[in-house]
T-cell receptor, first 114, second 113 residues
Framework: DSGVTQTPKHLITATGQRVTLRCSPR?????VYWYQQSLDQGLQFLIQ???????AKGNILERFSAQQFPDLHSELNLSSLELGDSALYFC?????????????FGSGTRLTVV | SQQGEEDPQALSIQEGENATMNCSYK?????LQWYRQNSGRGLVHLIL?????REKHSGRLRVTLDTSKKSSSLLITASRAADTASYFC?????????????FGKGTKLTVNP
């Protein structure tokens, strides 16, 4: 157990639907990062939050949104889902940017869009 | 776009042999990190090497960094079947005052018993 909890582990949904992925960071970590991993694109950075505020945005589609709550857990919302959104979605956390311990990753949510 | 690129894409060796993976990156960095991912699982941080370091060891892992060539290598000595995994290098990219890790596509290592 890495200390980063992601739920659900698996999600199967239909095109056009909306889903919410949840992440609880490791205790004491203020930064949360979301990544998408697919076979063809590799690990793509989506978005980062630090202590409730959005800090950096990557290749995140407009159909996707995220937030970090006062208790530091984060949610990634994916809407109008397409087949191409099928991927592993990882949440990672760190104490803050530049943390020497690197990122701690959760075990991921495997999203399958059918 | 990818900051780091690992080479080779795949590597198959026998247990007991050493495994070497390479990573090249494009821009100046203050550190470079290596991660391991077992199939379908989350990534695990292995080691961080700073830009002013040339070599770092952690157990059976040895990482080198050559900032003049913008490259790093990860050596796993006396490999075991349990080392079978994908290995990624990651470099921090500063954007808008914040830092994010950018990962390469990884090297898939298979250690045969």
């Amino acid at each position: 157990d890495s200390g980063v909890t992601q739920t659900p582990k698996h999600l199967i949904t239909a095109t056009g639907q909306r889903v919410t992925l949840r992440c609880s960071p490791r205790s004491g970590d203020l930064s949360v990062y979301w990544y998408q991993q697919s076979l063809d694109q590799g690990l793509q950075f989506l978005i980062q939050y630090y202590n409730g505020e959005e800090r950096a945005k990557g290749n995140i589609l407009e159909r996707f949104s995220a937030q970090q709550f006062p208790d530091l857990h984060s949610e990634l919302n994916l809407s109008s889902l397409e087949l191409g959104d099928s991927a592993l979605y990882f949440c990672a956390s760190s104490v803050g940017p530049g943390d020497d311990d690197g990122y701690t990753f959760g075990s991921g949510t495997r999203l399958t869009v059918v | 776009s990818q900051q780091g690129e690992e080479d080779p894409q795949a590597l198959s060796i026998q247990e007991g042999e050493n495994a070497t993976m390479n990573c090249s990156y494009k821009t100046s960095i203050n550190n470079l990190q290596w991660y391991r991912q077992n199939s379908g699982r989350g990534l695990v941080h292995l080691i961080l090497i700073r830009s002013n370091e040339r070599e770092k060891h952690s157990g059976r892992l040895r990482v080198t960094l050559d900032t003049s060539k913008k490259s790093s290598s990860l050596l796993i000595t006396a490999s075991r079947a349990a080392d079978t995994a994908s290995y990624f290098c990651a470099t921090p990219l500063t954007q808008g005052g914040s830092e994010k890790l950018v990962f390469g596509k990884g090297t898939k290592l298979t250690v045969n018993p």
